[in-house]
């Protein structure tokens, strides 16, 4: 394995592409608390792992953006009370490693220097699971005109089976059309694929939009994964990262 550089990633959040807002990341974090249980017979600290924790701060530049489009302001400026989803694509190939947070915005923070320059720091706290790190099945955003099979043309070598579920994480950029649904499959041979029960956003109308679907932690992927879209639309621009359990025992 060759060692990278962080240059042409992408970063989403809420189905709202601001890689061009975003100037850095200060943290990708996923603590796990741990609880002290040493006993007496010990001549070693002992710890029981407790709850996973996740955190993704950045800093962005003020855009409003232009008529029709939206810049980071009108976005990350609404500080909801809901749920936020944000993801980071290690650059934007097939396969890649993508980190994904289901969070709290906390801040909307800003800071004008004397020399003019403005720039803007947020922070994600994870709400209800950890950070997750997986791969990209779409190479960066994936644009469909209509419903689009699963094939060896778009999946993803995982190396392996594996039976430890998975978290699949979707955004919706564009979309027209009456709707689309967008499924994970899996293949043992990279030819004939299925779809993986359960690892299925809902019939999505409209964009911007963010989903978070996840499946057993007692569930079998197969090696190859990809993405099949199924609906009534000519355009569905999406971007799907999935965490495949390596191991068992995994809970969020």
């Not at 190479?139 to 039976?163: E, H, I, Q």
């Not at 992927?221 to 999935?242: H, K, P």
Request: proline share 3%; net charge negative.
């Amino acid at each position: 394995m060759a060692k990278v550089s962080g240059l042409g990633d992408n970063f989403y959040i809420a189905g709202v592409d601001i890689s061009g807002d975003v100037n850095s990341l200060s943290q990708i974090s996923c603590p796990g608390a741990v609880q002290d249980a040493t006993d007496i017979t010990q001549s070693a600290t002992a710890r029981l792992e407790l709850l996973n924790d996740g955190a993704l701060d950045f800093n962005v530049f003020f855009d409003t953006g232009p008529a029709g489009t939206t810049g980071e302001h009108a976005v990350l400026s609404q500080l909801p009370y809901a749920d936020s989803m944000a993801s980071y694509y290690r650059g934007t190939a097939l396969g890649s490693p993508a980190a994904s947070i289901n969070a709290k915005q906390l801040n909307y923070d800003w800071t004008r220097a004397t020399d003019g320059s403005l720039m803007g720091a947020v922070s994600l706290q994870a709400n209800g699971f950890g950070l997750e790190w997986g791969l990209q099945l779409t190479p960066g955003k994936r644009t469909d005109t209509g419903a689009t099979a699963a094939s060896a043309a778009n999946s993803v070598d995982t190396a392996a089976s594996l039976a430890f579920g998975a978290q699949m994480y979707v955004h919706l950029f564009a979309f027209t059309g009456t709707s689309v649904t967008i499924a994970l499959w899996d293949s043992a041979d990279n030819s004939t694929f299925a779809a993986v029960a359960g690892m299925t956003t809902t019939a999505l109308t409209a964009a911007p939009a963010a989903q978070r679907v996840a499946i057993s932690n007692t569930s079998t992927l197969r090696r190859y994964l990809a993405v099949a879209t199924t609906g009534t639309f000519s355009n569905a621009q999406f971007a799907v990262m999935v965490n495949k359990n390596p191991v068992a025992g995994v809970i969020f």
